[in-house]
């Protein structure tokens, strides 16, 4: 930011020459101290012909505003205040302009014209009007020694300022991050939980490359990935993890680099092409490793070190979210389902059956069930044990998954009962499906162990009652009765007749 006062002064004082000269030998040494390499050497390029378009725009925007044409070169006379402002208008908006449309058009990193840190940079940048003409002056009065009794004091407040910017960008990552945690934890959905940390992660800190992955007996498996590059390979093999992330496992510390000459190989390239920047960090569960985040990007000293800080916590967040999105998914479907069969159980059934009633009473639609009872099935449990009924139960629920048609939902109703609930589906449909799957059961050989010393298996035939109940409701009419409609025409129509039969409500 000191060359910036520099050249202002240089040009005021000694023309648009001098400016340039200062200009491109400050670019050099910026890049230099930066160490950028020569397979970056463009750079070196587009920050010169920058600077100098920008020298050249600027200048004529001082003699515009009518500074004079003829530099002062240090003699004493009225110092030219406002064009030296539109000056520095002129060069810091023509700079930022130009690296804009660089970076939005050449490189494709797509970014506002005006942010805060474009806020922050005029900021900082401002004191150089104020530094230049105090330069002015005293190079009138003293010559070279103005710069350093100039410089020393500005160099101490443009830290300070930059330790205020530094601590302030901090901060408001820091709040991103706790948002993000607040959204993730309110999400119970591991999906949606991934693609919303996926897109926080991306909003603080620079992302090209990212793989979430999870540890399973000490192999890295692929959870996430995200390739924002546009030459990214799409079918590859990720399984295993890059050898960073497994550094990271073997080591339990995060992983840092700021240039591709400090950490790239050939088999990196794989993950990570053209990436310079790279951050890997653990993440724990429990004081364990349950995984690893590794993130990449396409330019130079992107992570520094309060990015690992800023990484580890959002990485805390997202194993949190998992975890309480997983155990809620099983809590719900303990809740839901029959822990034998994995079919809906009597109360998930009954809460779908009120809801659906709802709606086919409101748009007047059909609405079908099934009551499914297997005969004789005490025989079975009496004969073979209750391990071997319980293996046919679990059977018979397959063969109804298989062959019931979506949308319809299969349940068991309590012992050796099943119900299906036909929506949009018409008592005589209901009919067809109910004789289709009473032909299923009694065809179908059931496999059973009978002893648990024997490994032999041996085949049963079980055969099935079927009430069958269908109706477009009303809006007095209860919900249940659907039920014991088809409840009470199972038990009069099929098994009072001979069971293995269908029976329809009349």
Known sequence: MLFQGVSLAAFVQFGLFAEILVSQAAVIFSLMYLRVGRQDFYRYLFNSTMFFITSVIAAAAYWAAGGPLTPMYGQQGTIPYIPIVVYFIVHLLVNHILIYFFRNY???????????????????????????????????????????????????????????????????????????????????????????????IRSIVPVDYMFIYSLHDGRLE?????????????????????????KVVQTGDPIRFIKQNEWKSKDDDAFFPHAESLLSVPIYRQGAIAGVLTLAVKKQRMYGKEAVSIVEFLSSFLIAAIDNARYYKQAKQKSERCALTRLYNYSYFEMI??????????????????????????????????????????????????????????????????????????????????????????DHPFQIRESLQQDQERSVNITASIGVAGTVPEEEEEFFSLVRKADRAMYTGAKQAGRNKVAAYA
């Open 106 to 200: 050449f490189i494709g990193q797509r970014e506002r014209l005006i942010t805060r840190s474009l806020v922050w940079e005029v900021a900082a940048t401002s004191l150089n009007v104020p530094f230049a003409l105090i330069l002015i002056f005293l190079y009138n009065e003293i010559g070279l020694a103005s710069v350093l009794y100039v410089g020393i004091p500005f160099l101490s407040v443009a830290l300070v300022v930059r330790l205020y910017h530094s601590a302030e960008e901090t901060k408001s990552m820091m709040k991103k991050v706790n948002k993000a945690g607040h959204e993730l934890n309110s999400t119970l959905d591991e999906e949606a939980i991934i693609q919303t940390f996926s897109t926080w």
């Open 222 to 246: 692929p959870e996430h990935i995200d390739r924002f590059d546009r030459h990214s390979a799409v079918a590859l093999d990720y399984g295993g993890g890059d050898r960073w992330s497994k």
């Open 353 to 442: 059956l009120e809801m659906e009633h709802e709606r086919a009473v409101e748009q007047q639609l059909p609405l079908s069930a099934l009551l499914i009872d297997l005969d004789h099935f005490k025989h079975v449990n009496d004969t073979y044990g209750h391990e071997a009924g319980n293996h046919v139960l679990i059977q018979v629920a397959e063969l109804l998954q298989a062959h019931v048609p979506y949308p319809s939902v299969v349940a068991r109703f309590g012992g050796e009962e099943f119900a299906v609930l036909l929506i949009e589906r018409c008592q005589e449909e209901a009919a067809l499906l109910a004789e289709e799957l009473r032909l299923l059961l009694a």
